[in-house]
T-cell receptor, first 115, second 110 residues
Framework: KAGVTQTPRYLIKTRGQQVTLSCSPI?????VSWYQQTPGQGLQFLFE???????NKGNFPGRFSGRQFSNSRSEMNVSTLELGDSALYLC??????????????FGSGTQLSVL | KQEVTQIPAALSVPEGENLVLNCSFT??????LQWFRQDPGKGLTSLLL?????REQTSGRLNASLDKSSGRSTLYIAASQPGDSATYLC?????????FGKGTKLTVNP
């Protein structure tokens, strides 16, 4: 069974640009969550999608958005990039979500550098 | 607001030692708690999930306990090996979804 796939692996952008990251969950998983990891703040929850609907949202500005498609693949978009958006962005999937006592399966992440 | 603290921040031990990693959290209204390991530049791997009604979970050389009322969890690693070197993170799952600690960076020396 293939794991969670995130593309691209590395990305370099300049301030003011926008970026789209992609996540393909494990086959059959309908819940996809996104996390931002930085050395200073650690791992922070961005949002969770389940069956194409945003189910939960973390405390991030509206520049961060996401969506989920009917095949459960998810994308997140960051508009008007700032230097502080440089981070490892991780996506994780599970069948129905962690509140159902399910383990999360993470992808290897997209390392975003904003210059 | 859930706050998660992991102590120690870093730990270096010789191979073969038994060790304990600590995790404390402020909001006991959780569904479960997961322990993860993260290798440098990689994603996270879920090691153990303890449901709120459980006291402990075991997987091989790993044993995790949960005391929800006191807001504490421990991860016990028996007979540590160099391959156990990684950062270990705990994450209680509640109304704010998973809230991660900063992790304990473990180095096991051969």
């Amino acid at each position: 069974k293939a794991g969670v796939t995130q593309t691209p692996r590395y990305l370099i952008k300049t301030r003011g640009q926008q970026v789209t990251l992609s996540c393909s969950p494990i086959s059959g998983h309908r819940s996809v969550s996104w996390y931002q990891q930085t050395p200073g703040q650690g791992l922070q929850f961005l949002f969770e999608y389940f069956s194409e609907t945003q189910r939960n949202k973390g405390n991030f500005p509206g520049r961060f958005s996401g969506r989920q498609f009917s095949n459960s693949r998810s994308e997140m978009n960051v508009s008007t990039l700032e230097l502080g958006d440089s981070a490892l962005y991780l996506c994780a999937s599970s069948s129905h979500g962690t509140a159902n006592n399910e383990k999360l399966f993470f992808g290897s992440g997209t390392q975003l550098s904003v210059l | 607001k859930q706050e998660v603290t992991q102590i120690p921040a870093a730990l270096s031990v010789p191979e073969g030692e038994n060790l304990v990693l600590n995790c404390s959290f402020t909001d006991s209204a959780i569904y479960n708690l997961q322990w993860f390991r993260q290798d440098p530049g990689k994603g996270l791997t879920s090691l153990l999930l303890i449901q709120s009604s459980q006291r402990e979970q075991t997987s091989g050389r790993l044993n995790a306990s949960l005391d929800k009322s006191s807001g504490r969890s421990t991860l016990y690693i028996a007979a540590s090996q160099p391959g156990d070197s990684a950062t270990y993170l705990c994450a209680p799952d509640g109304s704010e979804k998973l809230v991660f600690g900063k992790g304990t960076k473990l180095t096991v020396n051969p």
